[in-house]
């Protein structure tokens, strides 16, 4: 996720009052989520061998024990540049942003639900 991106999420948790904690713990459960939605945009692209091994559970592409996880990255290089998988990401959290930000605002004031479709507008 690029630096930009990362900022404007960042702005966000802040107005919505997380902890440092629940900031990066709310990060990284951004990043989970893109990841996610990104294997299932290129899914079709995958070989089956690769597709069998996701859909097992070997969305974790994190462990670097498994030779699989080395194939599917390697595959996923070939399929995009970095520029498209970005523009992918950005689409994908233009879309899971508001859905968020409309759940955590349930119980906020109109000021502050004004406050955050102005940090939401920023992406």
């Avoid at 702005?11 to 951004?30: H, P, Q, T, Y």
């Amino acid at each position: 996720m690029d630096e930009a991106v990362k900022k404007v999420l960042m702005e966000l948790f802040d107005a919505l009052g997380f902890s440092d904690v629940e900031k990066n713990e709310a990060m990284l459960d951004f990043q989970k989520k893109v990841a996610a939605e990104i294997l299932r945009f290129v899914q079709d692209k995958l070989p089956a061998e690769q597709r069998d091994f996701i859909a097992q559970g070997g969305t974790a592409l994190n462990d670097s024990h498994n030779p699989m996880v080395g194939v599917v990255r390697e595959t996923l290089k070939g399929l995009y540049t970095v520029e498209e998988y970005r523009a992918k990401a950005k689409e994908i959290l233009r879309k899971l942003l508001p859905v968020y930000v409309d759940y955590m605002a349930q119980d906020m004031s109109e000021e502050e639900r004004m406050r955050l479709a102005g940090v939401v507008k920023k992406l």
